[in-house]
């Protein structure tokens, strides 16, 4: 999966072997396992990266700023947890940015920065999810299914397909990793906890805490938008 540093490690398996990744830093979104994402590109360190991954396999580290604001951000700028991706499509557009469609592969975490002028350059170790398999993650399981579906009936811009997917995943960190790609309004604080909880129960019990924070402000917001449709109708029948 990665960029090995030697030939002997390239023979060896990715599990736990720290490799060196271009990292393409991202403002206000947090790429997940799974996730198919396009991603506009117009600096200049980035568009390097991109051009450096295109040429050693199509793998890149997506790693969020901390701050979205900060346009040349340095290493201690940047969340040291990421997903390797790998690039599907890349189009260099008229204006000079660039936009590219990515997909999330698997967990990273930063070992440290390679010095580099034109890129930034890691070494990156791969995490991997803790195997877990009881009766309490599959009832957590079934609870966050539950509430999305809840939460989808409340919120319509999500695709009535998605509850099918989501119902039909039986691994309990893809499930995690899909339903938290859907809750766009979650802070990016929060979704940058879930990717870096590495225990799939655990993750599954913040995002089910989330989601049903979320599930309160949308009842919130239907029963005002119901309040004043029928103020509004009453006003109208008094003006007539």
């Known amino acids: 999966m990665f960029f090995h540093k030697n030939d002997d490690d390239s ?31 117009g600096r200049e ?28 951000p340095t290493p201690d700028d940047i969340f ?12 260099r557009l008229p204006d000079g940015t660039v936009k590219v469609l990515v997909e999330g592969k698997q967990r990273a975490r930063i070992q440290r920065f390679i010095p580099n002028e034109e890129f930034f350059l890691c070494d990156v170790e791969p995490i991997e999810d803790d195997p ?28 009535p397909e998605m509850l099918n997917t989501v119902q039909t995943i039986e691994d309990p960190s893809r499930l995690a990793d899909t339903i938290v790609v859907q809750l766009t309004s979650i802070k990016l604080d929060d ?8 225990d799939p129960a655990k993750r599954l019990e913040r995002l089910f805490e989330l989601m049903n924070g979320e599930i309160e402000i949308l009842q919130v917001e239907k029963k005002i938008r119901s309040r004043v449709k029928k103020q509004m109708e009453k006003s109208q029948k008094e003006y007539y």
């Open 11 to 41: 023979k060896k398996s990715d599990g736990g072997k720290a490799a060196m990744v271009p990292l393409l830093p991202l403002r206000d979104i947090i790429v997940f396992p799974h996730m198919v994402v396009p991603l506009f590109v």
């Open 45 to 72: 360190k980035s568009i390097n990266a991109l051009e450096e991954a295109m040429s050693h396999e199509k793998r890149i580290l997506l790693a969020a700023q901390k701050k979205a604001k900060t346009n040349d």
């Open 80 to 91: 040291t947890v990421g997903t390797v991706g790998t690039i599907i499509q890349l189009l």
């Open 132 to 159: 877990t398999t009881s009766v309490e993650v599959e009832a957590l399981m079934r609870s966050v299914q539950t509430a999305f579906e809840t939460y989808v009936k409340l919120n319509k811009r999500i695709a």
């Open 191 to 198: 979704r940058q906890e879930i990717l870096e909880t590495t």
